[in-house]
């Protein structure tokens, strides 16, 4: 099982603990009073695994960048810089 991180239970836990209190809801025969109390857990719970799936999305996004080519749009900047910079030494 992943470590937590941060004091925080990792993104499989998490997300058991939600299908679990989905499964409650859905099985049904429960007082209004701990549908509620389980809606809200469960509507915590789906916000807190948005938020670490937002986080690794964020960091496959900066590893791609770091691994991509540089894009032609950055390569004709600074070829024209370059040039830009001969010129004012002339």
Known sequence: MPAKRDGQ???????????D???KLEKGGLPLEQSIALYEEG????????EVL???ELRITKLR???APPARD??????????LLE????
């Open 43 to 50: 509507m915590a719970l789906a916000k807190r695994c948005q």
């Open 74 to 83: 950055e390569i004709l900047e600074e070829e024209d810089e370059e040039a």
């Open 65 to 67: 960048e770091s691994f």
């Open 21 to 23: 209190t989905v499964e």
């Open 9 to 19: 239970p990792p993104f499989e836990e998490l997300y058991k603990n939600l299908e």
């Open 54 to 56: 937002d986080k690794a």
């Open 87 to 90: 010129v004012e030494e002339e």
